[in-house]
């Protein structure tokens, strides 16, 4: 401490001697209506210093208050997009109740109209492959669900069931191939069977050319076989072509059932 202030000591006497003087011109300034030499001097050199540190004190003065209005920006606009976010999440969830709820009610108006005992279950499942097109259904042997039970959605016929577990079910679609429902013409009475084409399409197969069957009719469960109630929707003619050749006729049927957006069913227990 003592080799410093040996070394710094000219520097230390400049200082407090430059100290006093301010001091000692700052408490006669207020008394004085005019200004001496020393006072004249030490304004001159003071002036620019005063200046440079007045404005590199507005200058950091300004920089702290735009950083801290864009932090302020920036923490609102987060607040506001995660606002945004959670309206939307909000949003959807309410829309896909509504339209949950939709079909749940034109699922239990079915129920209401067919006078055969059913379980209503969701789908949780598909397998697509060239062979087979079928879903799986979250009800199983616990619930009541045996093979053979004919499947229905609101739109009209779905499938059966084909294999059973005890907490799921696996349902053969109409439009399988290996799917066929005793059907008939609401309109002509005209029967067949419905079997599954694949790509969402269904044949009346078994129609002789003279029955009249146009485009447009639409097929319904007959009854025969006792699989599935007379009389369930089953889709619409959309195509007849009489061959010059043989004793039946090709129709094609599309499902009232999209099958690619099955969510809710009900298993007839019969």
């Known amino acids: 401490m003592i ?11 400049a200082g407090c001697v430059l100290l006093a003087a301010l001091l000692f011109y700052s408490l006669n300034l207020r008394h004085k209506e005019s200004t001496n030499s020393f006072e004249r001097v030490v304004l001159g050199v003071m002036a620019p210093i005063a200046g440079v540190v007045a404005n590199v004190d507005d200058f950091v003065t300004g920089i702290w208050d735009n950083y801290i209005v864009l932090v302020g920006v920036h923490k609102e606009n987060t607040r506001l997009r995660e606002a945004v976010k959670t309206l939307n999440t909000r949003l959807i969830r309410e829309r896909e109740t509504l339209l949950e709820n939709e079909r749940l009610k034109k699922l239990m108006q079915l129920k209401e109209a067919i006078s055969t005992p059913s379980i209503a279950a969701s789908v949780i499942g598909e397998d697509v492959t060239p062979w087979f097109r079928t879903v799986i259904i979250d009800r199983g042997a616990v ?13 009209g016929v779905v499938g059966r069931v084909v294999r059973q577990t005890a907490s799921s079910s696996r349902l053969l679609l109409i439009t399988d191939h290996a799917s066929s429902v005793a059907a008939t013409i609401e ?3 005209a029967r067949g069977v419905i079997k599954g084409k694949g790509g969402g399409l269904c044949s009346f197969e078994f129609s ?3 029955e009249d069957v146009k485009v447009g009719d639409i ?3 007959s009854g025969i076989g006792g699989v599935f109630p007379k009389g369930i929707p089953l889709g619409e003619v959309t195509m007849v072509k009489k061959g010059e050749f043989g004793i039946f006729q ?3 049927v599309r499902p009232f059932v999209s099958m690619s957006r099955l969510e809710e069913v009900l298993v007839l227990v019969r």
Request: no cysteine.
């Open 250 to 252: 090709t129709v094609q």
């Open 3 to 13: 080799d410093f202030l040996r070394k710094n000591s000219l520097r230390i006497i």
């Open 219 to 221: 097929v319904v469960t």
């Open 143 to 155: 619930d009541g669900i045996r093979e053979g039970m004919p499947v229905v959605a609101s739109a």
């Open 208 to 210: 002789e050319r003279g």
């Open 187 to 189: 309109r002509s009475r």
